[in-house]
């Protein structure tokens, strides 16, 4: 049985680049596109919002010399290119697949609206959603809040390559605890790293619960939508 019927899920630039630091990995883009199409399989409405940071960040613009809004305009193309790999690999997959933008970005893909996005995935297509929120000075982190609010989504879904949220980073520190639920409260209070302050803020004041999970882990994006414990909760 399904627990949630509805997700959006956040998979950032960087998933998508793994080891290679930049660009591509074909065995993570094909990991993550074969998740996503077997929880589609089951009935579940998939949104997903892509970052960028694989090919250009906004915010490292600044020490180039580029001015924070160009900088995060280019920041949103590096997105669209995501989105279009992404739909890409789905399509190849022979599953139906609509990239939405932003801003207008014809002939790659659609213009946003919620109510094109909502006609989509009742139609059981996967909606790759790009261009963060169309302003500087919102992270992808923002966008992906924003659109778990906007198509109603009964959950917010953010993959990472760490099993949850941790109080130390569990990378370089192996005795960090993770935590297997928390709350919003809490969440400002210990100053743990679940999302930017903007995007968390959101889902606090819409009642979107967020679960982080480790999606390099081949089955996990299933195990969550049925209903197991895996990862993080915040709500």
Request: charged share 25%.
């Amino acid at each position: 049985m399904l627990k949630y019927k509805k997700i959006l899920f956040k998979l950032s630039g960087e998933a998508l680049a793994g080891t290679d630091k930049f660009g591509y990995n074909p065995e993570n883009l094909q990991n993550f596109v074969e998740q996503i199409i077997e929880v589609s399989d089951l009935g579940v409405q998939v949104g997903v919002v892509v970052g960028g940071g694989n090919i250009f960040r906004g915010i490292k613009g600044l020490s180039k010399g580029f001015e924070r809004t160009k900088g995060d305009y280019m920041g949103m193309l590096a997105t669209v290119m995501n989105g279009i790999a992404l739909q890409s690999e789905i399509i190849d997959h022979r599953k139906k697949s609509t990239l939405l933008t932003s801003t207008f970005m014809e002939p790659y893909a659609k213009r946003y609206t919620p109510d094109r996005a909502i006609k989509l995935l009742n139609k059981g297509e996967i909606v790759v959603f790009a261009g963060g929120t169309g302003n500087p000075y919102f992270t992808t982190d923002s966008a992906a809040a924003l659109r778990a609010v906007e198509i109603k989504a009964d959950i917010l879904l953010k993959g990472t390559n760490v099993d949850g949220v941790f109080n130390a980073d569990p990378h370089k520190d192996p005795s960090a605890i993770m935590y297997e639920k928390v709350s919003f409260d809490e969440v400002i209070d210990k100053k743990l790293r679940v999302m930017d302050i903007t995007a968390f803020a959101l889902c606090s004041e819409n009642n979107m619960p967020v679960r982080v999970f480790n999606m390099h882990k081949k089955g996990n994006l299933k195990a969550v939508v049925i209903g197991e414990n895996i990862g993080t909760l915040v709500s």
